[in-house]
């Protein structure tokens, strides 16, 4: 089915732990992005990318990493989990010009 | 930081009221999207209006863009108690190798 697909779902995970939140898209969008939304602060842009191997920082990059080796996947990676990502993470996709494309988001937990 | 701004940040009406939310942002734009996201769900895509539009309809919402005060406006007529949302303006930065930057939303409730 056309469509994009976060995993996991839920994730809960511990302080110092890796991490890695999957995103896949099958409309064969250029650009992908990925957001966290907290109370209070609305949506907030991590990383987005326009193409595959061509990612950028948005505003809340650090303690992130992200890949784009093929056009449908955008990976988000915590590489040491800390407390204050606990968020809801959202990916999302687009052409030019165009309205974004959601998936359902990860509710992401670290203790 | 290039994020925009949106007031109210909460509007209560009864049903059958119009809403009225805005959006301000700082610099030049490719277009300015709104969503709406109900509670505990993804967001769900509006209207888009491009930077040399003024004007957009979709069904009961109207968008409007006034480039030169850099703010958009939706608006929702005759509103029903299922418009009952959080709604986020996003401006578009893209055509100056920007990003895609969201306002913190105004959280609508509709009272029937």
């Known amino acids: 089915d056309a469509g994009i697909t976060q995993s996991p779902r839920y994730k809960i995970t511990e302080t110092g732990r890796q991490v890695t939140l999957m995103c896949h898209q099958t409309?064969?969008?250029?650009?992908m992005f990925w957001y966290r939304q907290d109370l209070g602060h609305g949506l907030r842009l991590i990383y987005y990318s326009a193409a595959a191997d061509i990612t950028d920082k948005g505003e809340v990059p650090d303690g992130y990493v992200v890949s784009r080796s093929k056009t449908e996947n955008f990976p988000l990676t915590l590489e040491s989990a800390t407390r204050s990502q606990t968020s809801v993470y959202f990916c999302?996709?687009?052409?030019?010009?165009?309205?974004?494309?959601f998936g359902n988001g990860t509710r992401l937990t670290v203790t | 930081s290039q994020q925009g701004e949106e007031d109210p940040q909460a509007l209560s009406i009864q049903e059958g009221e119009n809403a009225t939310m805005n959006c301000s942002y700082k610099?030049?734009?490719?277009?300015l999207q709104w969503y709406r996201q109900n509670s505990g769900r993804g967001l769900v895509h509006l209207i888009l209006i491009r930077s040399n539009e003024r004007e957009k309809h979709s069904g009961r919402l109207r968008v409007t863009l006034d480039t030169s005060k850099k703010s958009s406006s939706l608006l929702i007529t005759a509103s029903r108690a299922a418009d009952t949302a959080s709604y986020f303006c996003?401006?578009?930065?893209?055509?100056?190798?920007?990003?895609?930057?969201f306002g913190q939303g105004t959280e609508l409730s509709v009272k029937p």
């Open positions: 996003a401006t578009d930065y893209r055509n100056q190798g920007g990003k895609l930057i």
């Open positions: 610099t030049s734009i490719n277009n």
């Open positions: 999302a996709s687009s052409d030019w010009n165009s309205p974004l494309h």
């Open positions: 409309w064969s969008h250029s650009y």
